[in-house]
């Protein structure tokens, strides 16, 4: 195996892109599989922290608002993940055996609201109970689990590049 890394942001320490060769011989096919279902949650959180926090839409110029914009982001995906895990614990709990569909919190409305609340909680203006408040929408508004999609996805316009934009609100 050849392994090199490139350092990325050296000033900021944060990224470290890795280029890894494989002999094929040594490694199955079914290693592979195995190993691509483990990076599935990990791609996953990249697509939530770009989409949803806009992670890479920075509305700092310098490194330290930069690095605190990354924190605050990564702090509220935290959260997110926190209330919408106790929030499918409870669903999964009250869920009624004669359901024909499965449920889950809607991690969408989560996330929209903990990136509203939170900013009003460190200014003072909400109490930590709006937390629990939000912990308890989140168990009633949930998305329901479709198993087997049986239709084509519609395939969605590429809205291109959006790098760079600074449309991102501050805190």
């Known amino acids: 195996m050849v392994n090199i890394d490139l350092k990325v942001l050296k000033d900021m320490g944060l990224y470290?892109?890795?280029?890894?060769?494989?002999?094929?011989?040594?490694?199955?096919?079914?290693?592979?599989?195995?190993?691509?279902?483990?990076?599935w949650p990990v791609e996953l959180k990249y697509k939530e922290l770009?989409?949803?926090?806009?992670?890479?839409?920075?509305?700092?110029?310098?490194?330290v608002s930069i690095q605190q914009e990354f924190y605050i982001n990564m702090l509220l995906s935290n959260l997110a993940s926190l209330i919408?895990?106790?929030a499918d614990e409870e669903i999964q709990i009250s869920a009624k055996s004669t359901n024909k569909f499965r449920y889950q919190a809607n991690r969408a409305f989560i996330i929209e609201r903990i990136k509203n609340?939170?900013?009003?909680?460190?200014?003072?203006?909400?109490?930590?109970?709006?937390?629990?408040?939000?912990?308890?929408?989140?168990?009633?508004?949930?998305?329901?689990?479709?198993?087997?999609?049986?239709?084509?996805?519609?395939?969605?316009?590429?809205?291109?590049?959006?790098?760079?934009?600074?449309?991102?609100?501050?805190?």
Do not use: W
Request: aromatic residues 14%; charged residues 30%; contains cysteine.
């Open 16 to 39: 470290n892109n890795s280029i890894i060769i494989f002999d094929r011989g040594y490694y199955s096919e079914d290693m592979f599989r195995e190993l691509y279902f483990y990076r």
């Open 50 to 63: 770009k989409s949803r926090f806009a992670m890479e839409e920075f509305s700092g110029a310098t490194t």
């Open 84 to 86: 919408k895990n106790e």
């Open 117 to 171: 609340i939170v900013p009003k909680i460190l200014c003072g203006l909400f109490e930590l109970s709006i937390i629990e408040q939000l912990y308890i929408d989140a168990v009633r508004c949930r998305s329901q689990l479709l198993p087997g999609r049986s239709f084509p996805r519609k395939k969605l316009k590429s809205k291109g590049r959006s790098h760079f934009r600074n449309k991102k609100v501050s805190f």
